[in-house]
C-alpha cells in the first residue's frame, strides 16, 4: 500500500457552530383529543414550563395544522428559542413535518426533538389519565434532557454519477435496467451467466393473464439491448467494490464468450463438440455440449463456450477458426456509478436425495422440470416419462418450503426454510391447468397442507382445478406424504398421505409422475453479500430497511433490491419492485448530488488515541480508518469518519474505550440525560406518582 | 387507607429499535391496547451503540428495568444485532458483581407488527418487578465500589 502523507490536524470531522445556551420551546399537541382525552396537556406544559432552559411551553388543538406551525415559527423569532420540543404523534408521522416548521423559522432542523404521546401514551393508557400525563411529563422531560445536548447538523451532500448498475440479467434486473434509462440515467446491466432472462425464459406461460413467457421476455429485452443509455455485459460478475452511493467504484471481471458475432455455421460447431453436460436450462432432463445455445431464440444470439465443462479440444474451432477462439480470460475493469440494484435472482429448491423419492426414482421431478417436461411434449397422444405413459400424476407442495425444525432436515448453515414461497401454489395449479387442457385423459392429484393463491387472478386455477376434477388431499406437515414404489407394479410409485379433508384417511395414490412444487431459495451470491456488505435476513435472502416503509433500499445506502434476491415474488412483484428500485435509484440520482441524514458516526479528535477498536468493530469497510496525524509535532493515530459510506449503526460507539465516537444526533450523552431525565424526581409529579 | 402508602412506582425503560421495537409500540398504539404507564420508550438506531455499563448506570440512576427491543437478525445494519446480544451479556456480568438481579435486563426481538410480543414482554417485566420490587433495594444492599481513582 502506498503511503500516506499525514494529514494536519483539524478541529473536528464535522462543522459545528459555536454552543450558545439552550432556550427551549416546549409544545405539546392535543391531537384533536387524540391525545387530550386522557393527558391533561394544560398540566405537562405546566410542569414543562417550569423546568430549566424553558422559554415557553404551550398547547394547541392540532400542532401539525397551519396555525400551530405558525405559532412555532413566531416563538422561535420571537423569543429566539434555539430548541424545540414536539410531544405529538408518532414521529414517523410528523417529524419531517416539523422539521420543516423550524427551518422556515431559521432554526437548524436539527434543533427540534420529537416525542411520540399518542401511540406509546394517550392511546395505550386510557383507563390511567393521571399515569398517562406522569407519563407525557417524563417522556417530555427526557425530550427536554436531549434537546439539552442537540447540535446543529447538516444533512451529507454528495456528488452523484447519473450511472447505475444492475446487477441481473433476469426478468427484475432487465425491468429496473429498462426503467433507469428512461428516467435519463446511464445503465451498466452485467449478468454472470452468457444469456439474459434468468428463469422467466424456462418458463411457458405465465400466471394470472397465461401470457406466453418467451415473447413477453424478448420484447423486454429487445427493449433494454437497444436503449441507448444501456450496456450489457454477459458472464460478467463484481470482484471488488469502492466508494460509497454516488461514486461507487465497480471491478467487473468478464469471461469471454469464446464465440464472436452470430457465427454462421455454429450448428456444426456445437454438433463437433465431443462434450457433453446435463442441461441447466431443461434442469438437467436433457443434455447439452460445452459450446451452446442457452435455448432457441435466446438473448444474445450468440453462442458461448461453458468453460467449466470445455476440455479445449479445439474440436468446434477446427470447424469455425474465424468466428471461436479458446481463451477465457479477459481483463478485469472498473466503472464508476452513483447506485447499484441487486436483481440476483433465486434458485429452486433442490430436494435432498430421498426427499419425497427425489433422486431415487426417476419418477420424482420438481415443478421447474415438470414444466420443462410439458415443454417439451408432443401435444398429441399420452405424456410419456422414462418410457412409460403417464395415467395419473401427484403434485405435492410445500417442498423446501415452511418447514418446520425437527421435522425437516435443515440446510448446510443449519436452518431450515421456515418461510413460505408464495409463488408454487399458483405455479402448481397453472402446470394443473396446463396438463389438464393438453392431456385431459390423466388424472391428477394434488396434495398441499394449504391453498395460497394470494394473488389477483390466482384463486381462479384453484377453482378450475377443482371443477375440472383435479382430487385434493390435504396433509400435515407433522404426517407429510411417502413416496414409495408401486408393489403392485401397476405404476412405478404410489404417494401414501393421511388426508385430513377425509379426517386422517390413510390413502394410497399410485403415481406415474410425482411433481415436487419446490420453494425458492436465495441465488448463490455469498460473494457479492460480502463484496458489498448486504445483510441476509434469517430467511438468507437480502434484507431491506423496512419492509413497507424503506421496501427496497439496503442499509447501504445507494444499493436497492429488485425482485426475488429479497423475498419469494411471481414476476409480476418482481417487476413491481424493480420499478420500485428504478423509482428509488432515479430519485437518488437524477439530480446529480446525493441529499443524506447526518446520522453517522461523528469522532471527538479530542477523546481520539487512535485504539483502531472502532475500525475492528465496524462491519462497512471504509467507512472508519484510522489516518496518521500530527498532533504536537509527533505522529499520530486517529479514527476519520467516511460519512457517506458509514450507515450510523453505532457499533463503533459502544467499541470505543474513550467515549470518542457517537452517532450525530443520537449520543450517548443525550442517552444518558434522557435516561436521568426519566428517572428524576419532578416535585410536581411526587402527588400522582405516589 | 390514607395512611398506607403506595409502594414507589417502578419505571421500566424500553429501548426500542426505529426499525422494529418503536414501530411496534406505534402498532400496539393504534390497536389502543392498554399497558402500564410506568414504561418508557426510547427510539434507538441501534442498541449496539450502548456499552455495558449505559445499562448499570441507568439502573443506578433509578430505572428498574430495561427492555432491549431490538431487530434481531432481522437488523438492516450487519453485525449489530450479534455486537448487541455480545453487550448484554457483558452487562449482566456487571449487573451480578453490583448485586442487581440479571432479570431486570432482557433483550428481544420485536418486528413493527410484534404487538402479541410486545404486550407478553412488557406483562411480563412488570410480573417480574411486582416480585422482586424497586431496584432501589438491590443497590442499597449492595453498596457500590469505590471509584477507582482517576488519571489526573
Known sequence: MPEKKPKPETPATFARLPKEAPRLGVYICYCGGNISDVVDCERVAKVLGEQPDVIVARTNMSMCSDA?????????????????????????????????????AGLNPYY???????????????????????????????????????????????????????????????????????????????????????????????????????????????????????TIYTSTVIVATKGCVGDFQVQLRPVARGVRGVAPGIQAAIEACPVEVPDEFNYGLTRRKAIYFRYP?????????????????????????????????????????????IATGFQPYEPRPGEYGYGEYPEVVTLPQFIRIMAMAEDAGELMWNGHPVRQVAMIHCVGSRQVPGVHEPQPDGKVNDYCSRVCCTATLQATADLRRRFPQIRIFDLYEDIRTYGRGHEEYYRQASLSGVRFLRFHTEQGPVVIADPTGEHPLVVKVNDYLTWGEELEVPADLVVLAVGMMPGPIEDLIDVLKLSPGNDRFLLEVHPKLRPVETAVTGIVLAGTAQSPMNIQESCAAAEAAASKVAGLLSQGLVELEPFVAHVDLGRCTGTGACVD??????????????????????????????????????????????????????????????????PALVEVEA | MGSERKPPQTKVLILASLSGGYRGADSVGQLHTDYPSNTYILPVISAAIFPESFYLNSFEQGIDA???????????????????????????????????????????????????????????????????????????????????????
Open chain 1, 297 to 341: 431464440g435466446c438473448h444474445p444470439p450468440t453462442a458461448a463456450i461453458d468453460w467449466e465443462h470445455c476440455t479445449l479440444c479445439g474440436e468446434c474451432a477446427k470447424v469455425n477458426p474465424k468466428d471461436i477462439r479458446l481463451e477465457r480470460e479477459m481483463t478485469t475493469f472498473q466503472i464508476t456509478v452513483g447506485a447499484i440494484v
Open chain 1, 617 to 682: 468493530a465496524c462491519q462497512y469497510e471504509g467507512a472508519i480508518q484510522l489516518e496518521t496525524r500530527v498532533i504536537d509535532g509527533k505522529e499520530v493515530q486517529r479514527a476519520v469518519i467516511s460519512p457517506a459510506i458509514c450507515v450510523g449503526c453505532g457499533v463503533c460507539v459502544s467499541a470505543c474505550p474513550n467515549r470518542a465516537i457517537d452517532v450525530q444526533g443520537w449520543t450517548l450523552a443525550q442517552y444518558e440525560a434522557m435516561v436521568a431525565a426519566i428517572a428524576a424526581e419532578i
Open chain 1, 112 to 230: 427540534y426533538h420529537h416525542v411520540g404521546i399518542r401511540e406509546q401514551d394517550s392511546w395505550v393508557t386510557h383507563d390511567d389519565p393521571e399515569g398517562a400525563t406522569a407519563k407525557a411529563i417524563r417522556l417530555m422531560n427526557a425530550g427536554l434532557a436531549k434537546a439539552r445536548h442537540l447540535e446543529p447538523l447538516e444533512p451529507i451532500r454528495l456528488e452523484a454519477k447519473k450511472h447505475a448498475l444492475v446487477i441481473g440479467g433476469g426478468v427484475a434486473g432487465l425491468r429496473a435496467a429498462l426503467d433507469i434509462a428512461e428516467r435519463g440515467l446511464k445503465v451498466t446491466l452485467i449478468e454472470k451467466t452468457p444469456f439474459l432472462g434468468g428463469h422467466m425464459a424456462q418458463l411457458e406461460s405465465v400466471f394470472p393473464t397465461d401470457e406466453e413467457a418467451r415473447p413477453a421476455l424478448h420484447e423486454l429485452i429487445e427493449k433494454v439491448v437497444h436503449h441507448p443509455k444501456v
Open chain 2, 66 to 152: 430495561i427492555l432491549v427491543m431490538f431487530s434481531g437478525t432481522d437488523s438492516p445494519f450487519k453485525g449489530s444485532a450479534e455486537k448487541t446480544a455480545e453487550i448484554i451479556n457483558h452487562a449482566y456480568a456487571l449487573m451480578k458483581e453490583r448485586g442487581i438481579d440479571t432479570r431486570r435486563l432482557r433483550l428481544v426481538a420485536i418486528c413493527t407488527v410484534c404487538t402479541a410480543a410486545f404486550l407478553r414482554e412488557i406483562h411480563r417485566m412488570e410480573a417480574l418487578l411486582e416480585e422482586i420490587g424497586p431496584v432501589s433495594a438491590e443497590l442499597s444492599a449492595s453498596p457500590a465500589p469505590e471509584p477507582e481513582p482517576q488519571p489526573a
Open chain 1, 68 to 104: 400551530g406551525q405558525a405559532m412555532i415559527e413566531e416563538d422561535i423569532r420571537e423569543h429566539k428559542l434555539n430548541r424545540v420540543v414536539i410531544g405529538a404523534c408518532s414521529p414517523f408521522l410528523h417529524e419531517q413535518t416539523f422539521r420543516g416548521t423550524v427551518s422556515r
